[in-house]
Nanobody, 121 residues
């Protein structure tokens, strides 16, 4: 069982930046970020493969967010720039034991507890 712990959330003004981190207790083959706003379903944000083999983004964040990984630390990051109020959500880190792009929550084996990101207008 892999434990995932997110950090780096907070309150930021529109146009600002935040960097989220997700530390894993073990290695997974793919790591993703999802987010869930109040009253909405959890939605895919970005995914990265082990050793940066691939990355893929939701259209809503493409060009603004960057996912990266530090394999030596079993840590994945989400750099979020040009933040908008609609980016406000709880952000979750997720890991899966299969390599490849996956945008559905059901395809992931491990989940963190989430970190709140609030973007004020």
């Amino acid at each position: 069982q892999v434990q995932l712990v997110e950090s780096g959330g907070g309150l930021v003004q529109a146009g600002g930046s935040l960097r989220l981190s997700c530390a894993a207790s073990g290695r997974t083959f793919s790591m993703g970020w999802f987010r869930q706003a109040p009253g909405k379903e959890r939605e895919f944000v970005a995914v990265i493969g082990w050793n940066d083999a691939f990355s893929y983004y939701a259209d809503s964040v493409k060009g603004r967010f960057t996912i990266s990984g530090d394999n030596a630390k079993n840590t994945v990051y989400l750099q979020m720039n040009s933040l908008k109020p609609e980016d406000t959500a709880v952000y979750f880190c997720a890991g899966r034991n299969t390599i490849g792009v996956a945008t559905s929550t059901s395809r992931y084996d491990y989940w963190g507890q989430g970190t709140q990101v609030t973007v004020s207008s």
